[in-house]
């Protein structure tokens, strides 16, 4: 296996001689960053470590099972096998704000009244990829 870095040899080394901690590093994170476009592909966002697929609009929090949220954690096993470590939750609903909540707020004096909500800003894009 060989890094490279702006035209220039990194390191260079075989799978059978173990991973340094920068090709673990970029390893992990180049997975990471496949499950993480994967997943933005079927509606899932990010929350934090969490991916979470949110409730459509009209959707009842029913189905409990389809609205798992997944973590991932990657490790490295003896010498060169990489593992990873998947964590289920199930988080309470989240549903995608449009400009029809925000009307609705603007327009009731109390929109939220006995209730709590929590807003995380989130991108609907993947990632750039680092080729560009």
């Not at 490295?76 to 593992?83: A, F, I, K, P």
Request: contains cysteine; proline residues 7%; charged residues 20%.
């Amino acid at each position: 296996m060989t890094v490279m870095w702006k035209n220039s040899v990194v390191e260079e080394g075989l799978w059978e001689n173990g991973l340094s901690y920068e090709c673990r590093t970029l390893l992990f994170k180049a997975i990471h960053n496949l499950l993480e476009r994967c997943l933005m592909d079927k509606n899932f966002v990010r929350i934090g470590k969490w991916f979470v697929r949110p409730y459509e609009k009209d959707e009842k929090p029913v189905n409990k099972s389809e609205h798992l949220s997944c973590a991932f954690t990657f490790f490295l096993h003896g010498e060169s096998n990489v593992c990873t470590s998947v964590e289920i939750a199930q988080h309470q609903p989240i549903y995608l704000i449009n400009e029809e909540h925000i009307h609705m707020a603007q327009s009731s004096p109390a929109p939220f009244q006995g209730k709590q909500m929590v807003i995380f800003l989130i991108s609907t894009h993947p990632p750039p990829s680092p080729t560009g």
